[in-house]
Nanobody, 124 residues
Framework: QVQLAESGGGLVQAGGSLRLSCAASGRTVSDCTMGWFRQAPGKEREFVAAISWIGYSTYYADSVKGRFTISRDNAKNTVFLQMNSLKPEDTAVYYC?????????????????WGQGTQVTVST
């Protein structure tokens, strides 16, 4: 069983930056695809970014490409999401997720473990 704990959310002005962290416990996630998703009020949970465990390939939603960077530190069992040039439309609860399979999925239903989420609010 994997427990995921997100941190680093908060209130930031448009154009600012935040760095989210996702610390895993219970077992290593070095053999898991790790993903970040977000959910705004009244909207479905949507894919933001993912990083594979083979080759550390990265994948991004078009809406965040060029602004967000996902990375992982297997020694610390932690995944990060660096968010730059934030926009008000980035406001959401951000969730970290782990997928035990070799695939890199963008659908929330493909992920096995989830954190509780961290709120990111971007003001104008």
């Amino acid at each position: 069983q994997v427990q995921l704990a997100e941190s680093g959310g908060g209130l930031v002005q448009a154009g600012g930056s935040l760095r989210l962290s996702c610390a895993a416990s219970g077992r290593t996630v070095s053999d898991c695809t790790m993903g970040w998703f977000r959910q705004a009020p009244g909207k479905e949970r949507e894919f933001v970014a993912a990083i594979s465990w083979i080759g550390y390939s990265t994948y991004y939603a078009d809406s965040v490409k060029g602004r967000f960077t996902i990375s992982r530190d297997n020694a610390k069992n932690t995944v990060f999401l660096q968010m730059n040039s934030l926009k008000p439309e980035d406001t959401a609860v951000y969730y970290c997720a782990a997928d035990r399979s070799i695939r890199v999925a963008t659908s929330p239903g493909e992920y096995d473990y989830w954190g509780q989420g961290t709120q990111v609010t971007v003001s104008t």
